[in-house]
Structure formats: structure tokens, C-alpha cells
């Protein structure tokens, strides 16, 4: 008895450093930013209380709310698939065994390990920008263009979206992964009944693939609906042109540390939080349809 | 084995706590000093200069580009050699970063304790209690304001209380570069121009690839329009829009249109990717025959530059005296501050002493104490000479600037620059721009 006791102690003791950074650090600033979505507060006096208003203002009163969620509503459905695609695409390439193919996975993976930093957003912003490598290059080909990719109000959010889309090597990795994971035997099988490629690919690849596909999925999406940083580089901290970049978190940040609306800021993220939860559960939910596990036991 | 596994992470725990206690007792340590000298000064201010040789920490805020940080920090260096018992932590950034890090760091009680000030700014953190009245320095000398004229100082009043410092006048101007301007076949318009002049320009300067101008800042020149109109951008209480006829809104943005639509001016998808800096100008960079802003910024053009322009006032000066002088930037002292007096002293050196302000050269506006106007008036250059004739000239010529901006006005600017980019888009008419920001600004501003 004394034993298990002391076991306790010093699990909790190991445990302790996380758990205060936990309770401090997480915790509170949660629940604290839970109450200050129902105040009035810029930071400079005393929080006052609103009750629901910041949450209703933003669905009946706000017209640059409902055009940022409808920017990342549009930045989520062009960024997750196409990234996905992609990453499943490099997989596949890189799941053959050719020479010096530890080299090539390390390089499709160098973007990633340098993804969503800053120095890549200012780095995108010169390839974009009017006098960019994207126009030096249309040059070449004959096409002459002096238009910023990323000032103009039609082009400005795919810049992000590729740039999204470039970032594909952790996916990638967990698809690569998966792939290996399939046995070779299934493509023999296939190919000795007379199944092409294609056909191998749609009725072999995906499903075995599907639960990482499912995993990937959830991952990606999430991260796109929280994406700040590429946004707020490119476009200078302004979310345009036209307001054409202004991602949710972009706005929240605008509405929190420029106006001085830590309340608003504050029921905008509880409503993302609510959102992003019902989005997941939603393609948890759509899981049953689409996604096979080939040991039925575990579902 | 067990039990001493459990009395080792005890034991780390233990060290660990200890740790934290004494980096704790060495903070205290360390602000308990700074924090004693400012209460005796303040109990008797005349025996601090000779008491307060304890040392002292100032932290320094400011907002600006590479060559202002430069410059700063030489200032304080100076101050710091003369001040040997002060510290100063400088904490500089670009002007929309500064007040990011301010607004978290006033919600922490943790302002540092020297603030530069802008006038957009001046009533939400001075009428919320986040700055300390001035006045009493200005009473008891220790910001000497014996040069230094009483509309100069009122600018940094909200009521009857000074929460900030002006440092320097500044008025609005053209910058014209007459050489390229007389090349391109134009001739240099003289002061009493209009703004139909300024168009005239549009076509010359546009036949040999050249712009009229990069931009005009909405938030600047609507509002100096207005002012010539008779008008203000802002009602007396802060309640709401100052002019009532949207007609005034379409006459400007109409002109503004042309402009755009014709090519005089730079197109938004570049403009969003100017850094705003002077090196990155388009004026600077010989493609723009004109740029147009404050008079302190003039003085950085030329540099960079490195050729002559000429001064212009802006079209529109001499109708209802629209013309005014501004403080370019004030400090203020955060009421936090536990090292007051201190802060107050460095104010009061910015402002008044000569070897400062012949680093600053009136980079942050022309220096508000006579004394030191005179001191610097040798050593300018001709750049800086016309900056100084400028103002001066401006002061006999303008009425008093309109009251600081109130809450909300930073978001009502921001507001004016999406609607003036939804015109030149096309995404609007100026029409339904000028009823569309009449709209929401009265929404924004109704909260106050």
C-alpha cells in the first residue's frame, strides 16, 4: 500500500511541470477568453459585460465577418483537397524503389519543414509580387505580365492556396507510409485477373488507403481553418485586396490587436472552435461511407 | 529504489522551486531601487536631482523606419552618457506593430514608461486612463516649456489635461520634383494651384511613362479637403461624421477616380506591395513626379533621394484656412510608470536640448522650443532649411488643427481606405461608396 502511494507521488511529480503548464497556460486562457466573449473589453479598461452581443453582432452586423468566412470557407475546399491530391501523387511516386530515393523524399520534404514560417510567406510574396519569378517566367513563354499575383483581388487567395499546396510533405509522409503498408501481393493478384493501373488504383489503393486518407484529412482541414500566418505576411497584415485574404484568423487578430475588440475577438474564436468541432465530427461522421479497415474488429 | 526515485524528483522539484523563488527575489530586487527614487521625487522634487543617483530604468517606446531607430538610439546613447545613473531599454518598431505590442502591454499594467504618441491614438489611451497628465511637470520645470508656444503644447490636451508631449510641428505638403516635371515639358505650378492644375499635370507626365503620384493616404487628404470645404471629417463629440453633405465625398472620390482610371496614379495591385518606407517610394525612385504627406517626412525623400525637390502646399490650403499645424509625434508617460519623474527628464531633453535635437534635425517635425529652432537654424541643410521655411510659412497661414481623432477612428480610416478601394475596383460607385461609409462610420463611431 505504501508502495502505490508513493508511486502516485512521483507519477504526479513527473507529471506536475506539464500539468501547471497545462492549467496556466491552457487552461485558463481558454476559459478567460470564454468570458471575455461576453464583454466589451480593448485592453485598456476593464472588461464590461455584453451578455450575448458580440455573438450576435457578428451574424446580423457584420459584413466583413460573413466575407472572411467565406474567404476560408473557399482557401479550406480549394487548399485540402488539392493538397491532399498532391501529397498522394508525390506518395505514389516516391514509393518505387529507384536509386537514391531517400534523396528525393528529403527534398520534397525540405517545404514543409520550412512551411507556414515567415521567411516563406515573404519569399512567396516576391515570387508573386509584379516584378516576380511567377511573371519573369511568363516572360519566357511569351506572356507578358506586369500584374501583381498577389495585389490582385482574383488571383490574390490562390497564391495562398498554392503555397498551401506546396507544403504537402507531411501528409505526404503519412501517405508514403501507407502505401508501404499495402501488400505487393494484392497488385500481383490484381494484375494477374487483368485489373490496369487505373483500375488497381481506385479499387486497391484507395481503400486500403482510406483510413490514412480519412486521418490526413481531419489534420489538413483543421490546420487550414487556423492558417494566419501566410495571410497575414502577404498581405501586409490587411487581409487584401479587397478584403479578398482575409482569412478568419486574420480578421479575429485585425478585430483584437488593431481595433482593440478583445471581446469580439474573443466570441469569434469560441464560434471557430464550436465550427472547426462540427466540421470534424461531420467527416468523422461521413467516415463510415467511405473509409475501409481491413480488420472490421477495431470499428 | 523506489523511495529514491521519489526523493530524487523531490529533490528536483525542490531546486526547481528554488530556482523560480530566487529569479523572482531578483527581479524584486532589482525594481524595488528604480521604483524608491520616484517616490521621494515625487514627495519632493526639488531635492531629486541630487537623491535620484540611484540607477534608473526607462523603457523607451517608439514606432519608425531604419533611419529614425538609428538616430533614436543615438539620442539616448547622449542622454544616457549624461545621465549616467539612467538605463534606457529601447523598444522600437513600424508604426502598426508598435500599437499591437502597446494595447497587451497597457492590459498588464506593463507600458513602457516613455510612449511616442500618435494623435489617432491619443484619445483612446489618454481617456482611459492608461497616460499620466503632464501638467504638473510642465508646472514645476521639469519639462521646460519656457520656448515653447501654447498652441504648440495644446495639441497634446484632451480637456485640461496634457497626456502627451508634442515633439515637432508638421504640416501637410506636396513634394514636387520640379526637374523631372520641367523635363517632361510641364511648368512648376505655384502655391495658390488647385487641384485641376494637379490634373493638368496627369497627361504630361503620363507621356513619358511617369506617374502623378503613387497614392494621397484617404485618411489624410479627405479630410483636408474637408477642411477647405469648411467641413471636419469627425463631429465635435465624436459621435459621428463631421461633414453631412455626401456630395463633398463624391467630389473628391470622382477626381480620385479619374486619376486612377486615366493611369496617374500607381495601380492598387503594386500599391499593396509597397512597404511605405521612403526608399520604396515612387516619387524617391524617379518614377512620380509628386508625393504628398507630412512635412517631417520630407526630410527623409530627399535624403534618400539624394536630389532636390521643391515644396508645394496642398491645393486647397488658402480656402477656410484649411491649412494646420500638427504635432508629427507626441511622448507621453504611461501612468504604470514607476520611474515618473525620470521619464519626465528625458522628455524634457528631447524636447530642449540643442545637442539632441541636432541628431534629431527635425526628422520627428520641426522642433517645437524656439530656442532650439534657432540653435539648428546653421546647421541645416537646404533640404532642411525649406522643411523649416515651410512650416514657418504655414504657421502664419493655418487655424487650429482639428481635435485628436476620436475611438473608433482607427477603424473609421481603415474603413475609408476598403470603400476608396472598392471605387477605384469598380466594385462601387462613388456614390454608393459615399453612402456606404457614411453607413458603417456612423455605425463605428455611435459606440462612443
Keep these: 500500500m505504501k508502495l502505490r502511494e508513493n508511486d502516485h507521488v512521483v507519477g504526479y511529480a513527473f507529471a506536475a511541470p506539464f500539468i501547471l503548464g497545462f492549467l496556466l497556460f491552457i487552461v485558463y486562457p481558454v476559459f478567460s477568453s470564454l468570458y471575455y466573449s461576453f464583454t466589451n473589453y480593448n485592453l485598456l479598461e476593464a472588461p464590461s459585460w455584453v451578455g450575448f452581443d458580440n455573438y450576435t453582432k457578428m451574424f446580423t452586423d457584420d459584413e466583413k465577418y460573413a466575407k472572411s468566412i467565406s474567404v476560408t470557407l473557399n482557401y479550406v475546399l480549394a487548399s485540402v483537397p488539392l493538397r491532399l491530391a498532391f501529397a498522394l501523387g508525390v506518395a505514389m511516386l516516391l514509393n518505387k524503389a529507384i536509386a537514391g530515393i531517400g534523396l528525393y523524399r528529403s527534398a520534397y520534404y525540405l517545404p514543409s519543414l520550412i512551411g507556414g514560417s515567415v521567411a516563406v510567406s515573404i519569399l512567396w510574396s516576391q515570387v508573386f509580387g509584379d516584378k516576380g519569378l511567377v511573371n519573369s517566367a511568363l516572360g519566357l513563354i511569351g506572356i507578358e505580365s506586369s500584374t501583381s499575383w498577389i495585389g490582385n483581388p482574383g488571383t490574390a487567395l490562390w497564391t495562398l492556396i498554392a503555397l498551401s499546396v506546396w507544403q504537402f510533405g507531411s501528409s505526404m509522409l503519412i501517405f508514403l507510409a501507407g502505401l508501404k503498408n499495402i501488400p505487393k501481393d494484392y497488385y500481383e493478384a490484381a494484375s494477374v485477373d487483368g485489373a490496369n493501373k487505373v483500375r488497381q488504383f481506385f479499387k486497391i489503393t484507395l481503400p486500403l488507403l482510406s483510413p490514412i486518407i480519412l486521418f490526413n484529412l481531419i489534420m489538413q482541414t483543421i490546420s487550414a481553418f487556423m492558417t494566419f500566418t501566410p495571410a497575414y505576411i502577404i498581405s501586409r497584415g490587411e487581409g487584401g485586396p479587397l478584403d479578398e485574404t482575409l482569412l478568419y484568423s486574420l480578421y479575429l487578430y485585425k478585430r483584437a490587436f488593431t481595433f482593440y475588440e478583445m471581446g469580439y475577438a474573443s466570441a469569434m474564436a469560441w464560434v471557430a472552435l464550436i465550427a472547426i468541432g462540427l466540421v470534424t465530427l461531420l467527416i468523422f461522421q461521413s467516415s463510415r461511407y467511405w473509409v475501409h479497415y481491413e480488420s472490421k474488429g477495431d470499428r | ?448
Design chain 2, 1 to 448: 529504489m523506489k523511495k529514491a526515485l521519489t526523493g530524487i524528483v523531490l529533490l528536483a522539484l525542490v531546486i526547481s522551486l528554488i530556482g523560480c523563488g530566487s529569479g523572482n527575489g531578483k527581479e524584486a530586487a532589482s525594481s524595488a531601487p528604480a521604483s524608491s527614487p520616484a517616490g521621494s521625487a515625487d514627495a519632493s522634487p526639488s531635492a531629486s536631482a541630487s537623491e535620484s543617483k540611484d540607477p534608473v530604468k526607462l523603457r523607451v517606446a517608439w514606432w519608425g523606419g531604419q533611419a529614425r531607430h538609428d538616430y533614436t538610439l543615438k539620442v539616448i546613447e547622449l542622454y544616457e552618457s549624461l545621465n549616467p545613473h539612467v538605463t534606457i531599454e529601447p523598444e522600437y518598431a513600424a508604426f502598426d506593430d508598435h500599437w499591437k505590442k502597446l494595447a497587451p502591454n497597457a492590459a498588464a499594467g506593463n507600458l513602457p514608461d516613455v510612449i511616442q504618441m500618435d494623435i489617432s491614438y491619443l484619445s483612446q489611451y489618454g481617456g482611459r486612463g492608461q497616460l499620466e497628465d503632464l501638467t504638473p511637470y510642465t508646472q514645476n520645470g521639469t519639462i521646460d516649456v519656457s520656448s515653447i508656444s501654447e498652441a504648440s503644447i495644446s495639441g497634446g490636451k484632451l480637456g485640461d489635461q496634457l497626456f502627451a508631449m508634442n515633439l515637432g510641428s508638421n504640416a501637410l505638403l506636396a513634394v514636387i520634383d520640379k526637374a523631372m516635371l520641367e523635363a517632361a515639358g510641364g511648368t512648376m505650378p505655384n502655391e495658390d494651384w488647385t487641384w485641376d492644375d494637379f490634373t493638368k499635370l496627369g497627361p504630361v507626365m503620363k507621356s513619358q511613362g511617369k506617374l502623378l503620384t503613387a497614392d494621397l493616404r484617404h485618411d489624410v487628404f479627405f479630410p483636408f479637403y474637408l477642411r477647405g470645404k469648411g467641413q471636419h471629417m469627425y463631429a465635435a463629440d465624436g459621435k459621428g461624421l463631421g461633414y453631412t453633405d455626401d456630395q463633398l465625398f463624391i467630389d473628391f472620390y470622382t477626381r480620385y477616380q479619374e486619376w486612377y482610371n486615366n493611369g496617374y496614379l500607381l495601380s492598387l495591385d503594386k500599391l499593396a506591395q509597397k512597404k511605405g518606407t521612403p526608399e520604396d517610394g515612387e516619387l524617391e525612385m524617379g518614377n512620380a513626379v509628386s508625393t504628398w504627406g507630412w512635412s517631417n517626412q520630407y526630410i527623409l525623400s530627399s535624403t534618400v533621394a539624394k536630389r532636390p525637390f521643391e515644396i508645394l502646399p496642398v491645393p486647397g490650403w488658402n480656402e477656410n484656412k484649411a491649412l494646420f499645424l500638427k504635432p508629427s509625434m507626441y511622448f507621453s508617460i504611461a501612468k504604470n510608470s514607476k520611474v515618473k519623474e525620470e521619464a519626465a527628464k528625458f522628455i524634457d531633453f528631447w524636447v530642449n536640448n540643442i545637442e539632441a535635437n541636432k541628431i534629431i534635425m527635425g526628422e520627428r517635425g520641426v522642433p517645437v522650443s524656439s530656442k532650439v529652432k534657432e540653435a539648428l537654424k546653421p546647421d541645416l541643410t537646404p533640404e532642411q532649411a525649406k522643411v523649416f521655411d515651410y512650416v514657418a510659412w504655414a504657421e502664419q497661414n493655418s487655424s487650429q488643427m482639428d481635435p485628436p481623432n476620436p475611438v473608433g477612428a482607427v477603424e473609421v480610416d481603415k474603413l475609408l481606405k476598403d470603400t476608396a478601394e472598392q471605387i477605384l475596383y469598380k466594385k462601387l460607385t462613388v456614390e454608393e461608396g459615399a453612402a456606404k461609409f457614411r453607413e458603417e462610420a456612423t455605425k463605428i463611431l455611435s459606440k462612443n
